[in-house]
């Protein structure tokens, strides 16, 4: 196929038949899951008593409303897009207020006072971008960042107390990669897990304010995108193109969830009417709906959700709508869905469906190569 537009040249037939496709299906998702549009790719968000935390690609720090849907407040100052933001009390003796977090790819921690909007700290110390920060409250009141420069630095948050930068009071360096993410498991003991781009997680406890290693795990062939830990077992997802959910009580048999892309999120859905149920985000935009039954994991659906990598996903409580979700994604959009979306998604109709319901007898590859010899 010949072209005479100069910024085709060197794309392939199949390349500019998958941009097509993709323009598309954004026009297709134009209102699927009640997108807000953020302006730059969404690469974290927590969610808040009554609000939506974002962090995001254009280095801000985005806070919305409960639904996602208003922008309230805007903190500006990151030199690189915010890869990770979080929450946590400060309590001082006359008054107690919520910090704000942000980590980011300019290799800085900066500590917002969520309620003035007032910076408070920047926090400097890794020779490399910040992948995620995790924040530990009573009794411990320590922050932990963990960075492609291999290691996991811990803050002491006390000092905030009598308004003083916290200052890093340990460092960990005992992962070989770059630390992509971690999440506390919560019982009669707090646990801390971090994972990495080999595919390796680490078992930690806190002792007298230190962090202690107690078990190394390879998980994953490859990078580690997303880790979660719930009262029956730890979840991971990769970039090998599947997720995990490894059993307390069977922790080295895994039950492996095999996608088609690279998986970048997963979330365990918690105290829903449904049990047992996880998502999982990938590279294409799709969420995927899961059930755990006889240690087996089943697709109950596949929502087209994104028209590009979902790249976080959060639960929350609506008490008029009981559970839902907010999905992140590089598509720029955040969406929200209701449990019955997630399980009963509409068909999504972008042009390419076989007509009259005909089921086509070809792969999507098989469709690509005949597109191509057509042309």
Same mark, same amino acid.
């Given at each position: 196929m010949q072209t005479s537009d100069p910024g085709l040249l060197f794309r392939t037939s199949a390349d500019i038949l998958a941009a097509e496709a993709?323009?598309?299906?954004?026009?297709?998702?134009?209102?699927?899951?009640?997108?807000?549009?953020?302006?730059?790719?969404?690469?974290?968000?927590?969610?808040?008593r009554d609000e939506v935390i974002v962090g995001d690609s254009s280095g801000a720090v985005k806070c919305l409303d409960e639904l996602g849907s208003t922008r309230r407040k805007v903190y500006r100052g990151h030199a690189g897009p915010v890869t990770c933001v979080t929450l946590a009390p400060c309590?001082?003796?006359?008054?107690?207020?919520?910090?704000?977090?942000?980590?980011? +790819?300019?290799?800085?921690?900066?500590i917002w006072n969520h309620d003035t909007g007032e910076l408070k700290a920047s926090l400097e110390g890794h020779s490399d971008f910040i992948k995620s920060l995790l924040s530990l409250t009573s009794p411990y009141e320590l922050l932990l960042s963990t960075s492609s420069d291999k290691t996991i630095r811990v803050w002491d948050l006390e000092l905030l107390r009598s308004g003083q930068a916290p200052s890093c009071v340990q460092v960990l360096r005992d992962h070989t990669r770059p630390i992509t993410s971690?999440?506390?498991?919560?019982?009669a003991e707090m646990f801390v897990w971090t994972g990495d781009s080999m595919g390796v997680v680490i078992k930690w406890t806190v002792r007298n304010r230190r962090m202690v290693l107690l078990q190394t795990t390879a998980c994953h062939e490859t990078s580690i995108t997303g880790i979660e830990a719930t009262e029956d077992g730890l979840w991971t997802c990769s970039m090998d193109k599947t997720a995990q959910f490894r059993q307390w009580s069977s922790f080295d048999k895994p039950i492996i969830l095999h996608h088609a892309s690279y998986v970048t999120s997963v979330l365990p859905l918690k105290d829903t009417s449904v049990s047992d149920i996880v998502l999982t985000g =990938?590279? =294409?935009?799709?969420?995927?709906?899961?059930?755990?039954?006889?240690?087996?994991?089943?697709?109950?659906?596949?929502?087209?959700?994104h028209g590009a990598q979902v790249s976080v996903m959060r639960q929350c409580r609506r008490m008029?709508?009981? +559970?839902?979700?907010?999905?992140?994604?590089?598509?720029?959009?955040?969406?929200? +869905?209701?449990?019955?979306?997630?399980?009963?998604?509409?068909?999504?109709?972008?042009?390419?469906?076989?007509? =009259?319901?005909?089921?086509?007898?070809?792969?999507?590859?098989?469709?690509?190569?005949?597109?191509?010899?057509?042309?």
């Open positions: 993709r323009a598309r299906k954004a026009v297709a998702l134009e209102k699927r899951g009640s997108p807000f549009s953020l302006g730059a790719k969404i690469l974290d968000l927590k969610l808040g309590y001082q003796s006359e008054s107690t207020w919520t910090a704000l977090f942000s980590g980011s +790819w300019d290799k800085s921690i900066r971690c999440t506390l498991q919560y019982g =990938d590279d =294409d935009g799709n969420i995927r709906v899961w059930s755990i039954e006889s240690e087996e994991a089943r697709l109950k659906a596949t929502v087209e959700g008029e709508n009981g +559970w839902e979700v907010f999905s992140g994604s590089l598509d720029m959009t955040l969406r929200h +869905w209701t449990l019955e979306d997630l399980l009963h998604p509409p068909l999504l109709l972008t042009g390419d469906d076989t007509p =009259d319901g005909e089921e086509s007898l070809l792969t999507e590859e098989e469709e690509r190569e005949l597109e191509e010899l057509m042309a």
